[in-house]
T-cell receptor, first 113, second 113 residues
Framework: DAGVTQSPTHLIKTRGQQVTLRCSPKSGHDTVSWYQQALGQGPQFIFQYYEEEERQRGNFPDRFSGHQFPNYSSELNVNALLLGDSALYLC????????????FGDGTRLSIL | GESVGLHLPTLSVQEGDNSIINCAYSNSASDYFIWYKQESGKGPQFIIDIRSNMDKRQGQRVTVLLNKTVKHLSLQIAATQPGDSAVYFCAEISMDSSYKLIFGSGTRLLVRP
C-alpha cells in the first residue's frame, strides 16, 4: 500500500520563475493538505483541498495556488518565486472522516537561486 | 506560536532508557493531537494520536499523555533505540473549526549508544 508520494524530490529555480509540485495521496484518502517547512522549523499550513475545492487556507499570499484532481491527487503552484520560498514543501493526505490523522510524504526540496 | 525556532531543544538519552518529550499547545479549543517523528531528509511520520476526551493513549513502546488543564502534551518512548533519533513534533487541530494542523516546537532526540 503506497503512502503519500511527491514529485519531484528536489528542484532548483531562480527568482521570478514559477513551479508546480505534485502529490499523490495515500490509498483511501480524499483530502490533501500542503505545508511549507523552512529549515529548522515546524511545517506551516498552506491550504487544504477536498472535493476538488480549497476549503481552508493558511497565511500565504495568492502566489501560492493549488488544484485537486478527481483522483484526489493534487498540485501546488507557486508563481513569481522569491528567495524566501526556499523550503521543504510537504503534502499530507487524510480521510475526511473525523479524527483521522494526516499522513505526510517526504516532500519536495525547493531551492531558489 | 505556530512554528518552532531555529534552535531546537535537544534531549539526549542513553540507549535502553525511557524518553519523555514535552509539548505545550496553544489553542484551548484544540481537540485532536498528533505526535510526528521526522528523520533527516524525510517527511513527518505519524506516531500516535489522542482525542481531547482521553488523557492517555498507548501504542507500541509509546505513550501519549494529555493534560488539558495546563495545555500540555507529552510523548513517552520506552526502551529508546538508536532508530528513535529524530526530531519530534506535536501538532494540534480543532476539529470543529479548522482543518489545519498547527505544529508545536520540535524536539531533537539523540540516542547515545
Amino acid at each position: 500500500d503506497a503512502g503519500v508520494t511527491q514529485s519531484p524530490t528536489h528542484l532548483i529555480k531562480t527568482r521570478g520563475q514559477q513551479v508546480t509540485l505534485r502529490c499523490s495521496p495515500k490509498s483511501g484518502h480524499d483530502t490533501v493538505s500542503w505545508y511549507q517547512q523552512a529549515l529548522g522549523q515546524g511545517p506551516q499550513f498552506i491550504f487544504q483541498y477536498y472535493e476538488e475545492e480549497e476549503r481552508q487556507r493558511g497565511n500565504f499570499p495568492d502566489r501560492f495556488s493549488g488544484h485537486q484532481f478527481p483522483n484526489y491527487s493534487s498540485e501546488l503552484n507557486v508563481n513569481a518565486l522569491l528567495l524566501g520560498d526556499s523550503a521543504l514543501y510537504l503534502c499530507a493526505s487524510s480521510s475526511d472522516r473525523e479524527g483521522q490523522p494526516q499522513h505526510f510524504g517526504d516532500g519536495t526540496r525547493l531551492s531558489i537561486l | 506560536g505556530e512554528s518552532v525556532g531555529l534552535h531546537l531543544p535537544t534531549l539526549s538519552v542513553q540507549e535502553g532508557d525511557n524518553s519523555i518529550i514535552n509539548c505545550a499547545y496553544s489553542n484551548s479549543a484544540s481537540d485532536y493531537f498528533i505526535w510526528y517523528k521526522q528523520e533527516s531528509g524525510k517527511g513527518p511520520q505519524f506516531i500516535i494520536d489522542i482525542r481531547s476526551n482521553m488523557d492517555k493513549r498507548q501504542g507500541q513502546r509509546v505513550t501519549v499523555l494529555l493534560n488539558k488543564t495546563v495545555k500540555h502534551l507529552s510523548l513517552q518512548i520506552a526502551a529508546t533505540q538508536p532508530g528513535d533519533s529524530a526530531v519530534y513534533f506535536c501538532a494540534e487541530i480543532s476539529m470543529d473549526s479548522s482543518y489545519k494542523l498547527i505544529f508545536g516546537s520540535g524536539t531533537r532526540l539523540l540516542v547515545r549508544p
